[in-house]
């Protein structure tokens, strides 16, 4: 089955730089990719995604990036805010009807004032 | 997107009781989830609740622990049964809208003593 990696476990950066959160993952038949943030106390919030056949989307100061060659898949966030900071978790899944999403490990971000 | 309540948002119970977590959507939707997040974890899938009959439990989860009502297309219940202190975790429901775009509720945080 499917599995998704998560690169790195926490990631601490000052107001204004830029984050990058890696996943990989091993199932080539994967095609839809989410991220969500999550905040202390509440659930996941999606706040992007990308499928196979566009190889970068942004929205603002956030960009996912997708090479289906090597099977990964990054977010970028840049201009980091102290209100960025949250869990961020990438996703995997096969997006023919539903098929299940795959979680990875999660990435603690930091953005410090 | 859909608009999910979770309740309760959190409990704290005894060894061998059981909880119902109840998930109500603001719109029909085919697709219900529940997953667990044991702390500081990713998210697992517990179960798809189908509307009209019988969950669908991924390996390691069996009807007898976490049973699963889906009594209409807009809500659904999961009972942790007989509680030990490793079901201390959060439960999230979610939701699938727009073909494979998935909403999760705030989560109800467990704690068994």
């Known amino acids: 089955g499917e599995n998704v990696e998560q690169h790195p476990s926490t990631l601490s950066v000052q107001e204004g730089d830029s984050a990058v959160i890696k996943c990989t993952y091993s199932?080539?038949?994967?095609?839809?990719f989410p991220w969500y943030k999550q905040e202390l106390g509440k659930g996941p919030q999606l706040i992007i995604d990308?499928?196979?056949?566009?190889g970068e989307k942004k929205d603002q100061r956030i960009a996912v990036t997708l090479n289906k060659t090597a099977k990964h898949f990054s977010l970028h966030i840049t201009e980091t805010q102290p209100e960025d900071s949250a869990v961020y978790f990438c996703a995997a899944s096969k997006a023919t009807g539903f098929q299940k999403l795959v979680f990875g490990t999660g990435t603690r971000l930091l953005v410090s004032p | 997107s859909a608009v999910i309540s979770q309740k309760p948002s959190r409990d704290i119970c005894q060894r061998g009781t059981s909880l119902t977590i109840q998930c109500q959507v603001d719109?029909?939707?085919?697709?219900m989830f529940w997953y667990r997040q044991q702390p500081g974890q990713s998210l697992t899938l517990i179960a798809t609740?189908?509307?009209?009959?019988?969950?669908?439990?991924e390996s390691g989860f069996v009807i007898d622990k976490f049973p699963i009502s889906r009594p209409n297309l807009t809500f659904s219940t999961l009972t942790v049964s007989n509680m030990s202190p490793e079901d201390s975790s959060i439960y999230l429901c979610?939701?699938?809208?727009?073909?494979?775009?998935?909403?999760f509720g705030a989560g109800t945080r467990l704690s068994v003593l």
């Open positions: 979610s939701v699938v809208v727009d073909m494979d775009i998935q909403y």
């Open positions: 990308i499928r196979s056949n566009v």
């Open positions: 609740a189908n509307q009209g009959s019988e969950a669908t439990y």
């Open positions: 719109s029909q939707v085919t697709m």
């Open positions: 199932d080539s038949a994967s095609n839809y």
